[in-house]
């Protein structure tokens, strides 16, 4: 069965950090072709995107929003078919279900933004509370 399997999430004080894991099982994550995100859900709101890389074969960059731009990275460890979400300086509007997700298209992560439907593997979503 292919699946996405994240683990991570929690409760973190505002300030704090968190990194969030998400392991593909049943199959390989290509990073010459597949690009990965993150996304998250508040309540009430719609999923949006967090950041997003491209694959390797388009230059392997990162894009993220203005929101978490210089909090949020993402990273990938291809031995262990496996991608991060590292948070830092959390705030309590970062608080949602983090979701991530892979395009075997490599579409999905652009320039400008961040395309949900281009996203074809999702994993089931860990949820994420800035709070003191």
């Known amino acids: 069965q292919e699946q996405l399997v994240e683990s991570g999430g929690g409760l973190v004080q505002p300030g704090g950090s968190l990194r969030l894991s998400c392991a593909a099982s049943?199959?390989?994550?290509?990073?010459?072709?597949?690009?990965i995100g993150w996304f998250r859900q508040a309540p009430g709101k719609e999923r949006e995107g967090v950041i997003c890389m491209f694959s390797r074969v388009s230059g392997g960059r990162t894009y993220s929003p203005d929101s978490v731009k210089g909090r949020f990275t993402i990273a990938r460890d291809n031995a262990k078919n496996t991608m991060y979400l590292h948070m830092h300086s959390l705030k309590p509007e970062d608080t949602a279900i983090y979701y991530c997700?892979?395009?075997?298209?490599?579409?999905?992560?652009?320039?400008?933004?961040?395309?949900?439907?281009?996203?074809?593997?999702w994993g089931q979503g860990t949820p994420v509370t800035v709070s003191s």
């Open positions: 049943g199959f390989t994550l290509d990073w010459n072709f597949y690009a």
């Open positions: 997700a892979a395009a075997d298209s490599g579409y999905g992560c652009y320039e400008s933004g961040i395309t949900k439907s281009d996203f074809d593997y």
